[in-house]
């Protein structure tokens, strides 16, 4: 069977996300969607919200977050799906506000049982253009939805100024500099948001390009504490020890490294290694063949918290031949 797309929308609370999951169902008519929605308590009210879709395809986790549940509930559902033969050709996932996606992300791009079957499609995050500036202020969950998604939708911008909106949209650019950026009122907007695969491998190197492009230092840092670091390097990683090191590195880091990207040069390999990593789950793709004529030049971008550029630094270099 083909790999099933999945679109995940995250969101602080109140940001729109059940009105635009109802508009995609809306205006997707030629999809076969199963809905899998989740609320922090015991009664997930959002899941009465949702129309236009029938209940064996609607899937409640409620009395807890999704990301707690990631290794069991949401597992069970997804196997099952699978078992069962279920028809359906579209995963959409609703977190609950108060959810990191980067803990439901990391399955999907590392656990090879639900790789087999399912491809991530992309990460849209909703933000409250009315309230987003306090809640920016006050609540690094945000923060951290904002960073993990490559979609961004400034929602409710009728509650809002003009001026109020654009010094929004320059702030969460900051945040997050290669995400698409999109406005709306009432979840509404006339974009293409399915079938998109921004979690495609090959949008690593638009990606690349894209921090490049935005931040001629090495290391970028604004007022929400939120870093990036670009490595640039053309010496050739030793494939044991750059896998060895990033695993350690993301495990003795779960909470401030958020996201890793990049193009690796591995010695005695002649393609690209593709590698991005969400939290603590790496996954690492074969891209294409380096040309004969250029420079094999390894690129990695750390995003997060209390990023130590230096000591970074010095380790990669030390883990090439």
Not at 108 to 137: H, Q, R
Not at 149 to 163: A, G, M, Y
Not at 282 to 294: C, M, P, Q, S
């Amino acid at each position: 069977m083909n790999k099933i797309p999945v679109t995940v929308i995250t969101g602080f609370l109140g940001a729109g996300k059940t009105s635009l999951l109802n508009q995609l169902i809306k205006s997707h008519k030629d999809k076969k969607f199963v809905i899998i929605e989740n609320e922090f308590g015991e009664e997930n009210i959002d899941s009465e919200l949702v129309t236009n879709i029938e209940n064996d395809d609607l899937f409640e986790l409620s009395g807890g977050c999704i990301c707690c549940n990631l290794n069991t509930e949401l597992f069970l559902v997804l196997e099952n799906l699978i078992k069962n033969n279920h028809s359906f050709n579209h995963l959409l996932i609703e977190t609950t506000g108060i959810a990191d996606p980067g803990n439901i992300l990391a399955s999907f791009i590392a656990d090879p049982g639900i790789k087999a079957k399912f491809e991530l499609d992309s990460v849209i995050c909703l933000i409250d253009a009315a309230n987003a500036e306090n809640d920016l202020k006050k609540e690094d969950i945000l923060n951290k939805q904002i960073v993990i998604s490559d979609t961004l939708i400034l929602n409710k911008i009728d509650l809002s100024s003009e001026e109020e909106t654009k010094q929004l949209h320059s702030k969460i650019r900051e945040i997050n500099p290669t995400a698409n950026i999109h406005q709306a009122v009432q979840s509404k907007l006339d974009v293409e948001l399915l079938d998109v695969y921004a979690y495609n491998p090959k949008n690593i190197y638009k990606f690349l390009f894209s921090v490049d492009n935005s931040n001629n230092k090495k290391k970028h840092h604004h007022h929400h504490d939120i870093e990036n670091y670009c490595f640039k390097s053309d010496l050739a990683f030793n494939q044991m020890k750059i896998g060895g090191w990033l695993d350690a590195f993301l495990q003795f880091n779960p909470d401030t490294i958020y996201r890793v990207k990049g193009i690796l040069n591995i010695s005695g390999v002649d393609n690209r290694i593709i590698l991005q990593s969400v939290h603590t789950q790496i996954n690492a793709t074969v891209g294409r063949a380096w040309d004969e004529n250029e420079t094999r030049e390894s690129k990695l971008v750390f995003i997060g918290k209390e990023l130590n550029s230096e000591v970074i630094e010095k380790n990669l270099i030390e883990l090439c031949d």
